[in-house]
């Protein structure tokens, strides 16, 4: 079975851009989360999705977006883009979003890189 | 609120030593532990899990038991490797359903 799957692995855009990250959770999973991953601030919860409802929102501005789809994949998108969103943004899914129980299984990843 | 405190790193080791990354929790109600991995380039790997007091997770050598009384979840592995060398998270998730993250832990075996 395929992992979660995120593209593109690196983007380098520039402040002020928008830019669209993309995630295929694992076949059968409804759920999907994002999370950000910086050196400073370590991983921190973006959002969660699940049968395309947002359920859990972490503390982020409104720049950052998302929504998922019917078929369970998933797109996040970053507006007016500021030098510090530069991280790895991790993509995890999981089978269904009604216990705690449910581990979460990462993709690689997106580099973003704002100059 | 909840949060997860990690032992900071880097830990150096020896090949074949003994492992222990310490991890404590702070959390309202019953929170499932989780401990993932992460290689360099790459996600976060599900190491082991545990979703209530006294369990005890355990793969690939590591393990980790689930301790209420102490609010800790303590990684450990009798014989470390080289190709153990990577970044270690402990996690909690309750009924938030938002896995909560500690600061990670490098883990250097040199051989």
């Known amino acids: 079975k395929a992992g979660v799957t995120q593209t593109p692995r690196y983007l380098i855009k520039t402040r002020g851009q928008q830019v669209t990250l993309s995630c295929s959770p694992i076949s059968g999973h409804r759920s999907v989360s994002w999370y950000q991953q910086t050196p400073g601030q370590g991983l921190q919860f973006l959002f969660e999705?699940?049968?395309?409802?947002?359920?859990n929102k972490g503390n982020f501005p409104g720049r950052f977006s998302g929504r998922q789809f019917s078929n369970s994949r998933s797109e996040m998108n970053v507006s007016t883009l500021e030098l510090g969103d530069s991280a790895l943004y991790l993509c995890a899914s999981s089978l269904e979003a009604i216990t705690p129980n449910s581990p979460l299984h990462f993709g690689n990843g997106t580099r973003l890189t704002v100059t | 609120g909840n949060s997860v405190t990690q032992m900071e790193g880097p830990v150096t080791l020896s090949e074949e030593a003994f492992l222990t990354i310490n991890c404590t929790y702070t959390?309202?109600?019953?929170?499932?532990l989780f401990w993932y991995v992460q290689y360099p380039g790459e996600g976060l790997q599900l190491l082991l899990k545990a979703t209530k007091a006294d369990d005890k997770g355990s793969n690939k050598g590591f393990e980790a038991t689930y301790r209420k009384e102490t609010t800790s979840f303590h990684l450990e592995k009798g014989s470390v490797q080289v190709s153990d060398s990577a970044v270690y998270f402990c996690a909690l998730r309750n009924s938030s359903y938002k896995l909560i993250f500690g600061s990670g832990t490098r883990l250097l075996v040199r051989p």
């Open positions: 959390a309202t109600g019953y929170p499932s």
């Open positions: 999705y699940f049968s395309e409802t947002q359920r």
